[in-house]
């Protein structure tokens, strides 16, 4: 069974920063890759950034690349989304995810984390 957990959401004005973890349990050993995703209410959840242990590569979707950093610790159990100069679209809830093949698809991500909400106010 694998658990995700999300923390470091939180209410900020455009222009601000936030900085989310995952704390990741179970067979985390497993996964090829942890990743972020985002759901505004009525909109389908969309992909944000990946990480990827076998190469330690990062990706970004282009709506927020060179604003968010995806970052992994030494524990390699957790993984980190550093959001800056945060505009008003960005406003969601951010899930952590996690998988076996890939991290940039919700379709295909197999483990999910319960979301954190962001909110930028303008």
Not at 32 to 43: L, N, V
Request: proline share 2%.
């Amino acid at each position: 069974q694998v658990e995700l957990v999300e923390s470091g959401g939180d209410s900020v004005q455009v222009g601000g920063s936030l900085s989310l973890s995952c704390a990741a349990s179970g067979y985390t050993y497993i996964y090829g890759c942890m990743g972020w995703f985002r759901q505004a209410p009525g909109k389908d959840r969309e992909w944000v950034a990946a990480f990827y242990h076998g190469t330690s590569r990062s990706y970004y979707s282009d709506s927020v690349k060179g604003r968010f950093t995806i970052s992994q610790g030494t524990a390699k159990n957790a993984v980190w989304l550093q959001m800056n100069s945060l505009k008003p679209e960005d406003t969601a809830m951010y899930y952590c995810a996690a998988s076996n093949r890939n991290c940039m698809s919700p379709s295909v991500v197999e483990y999910w984390g319960q979301g954190t909400q962001v909110t930028v106010s303008s």
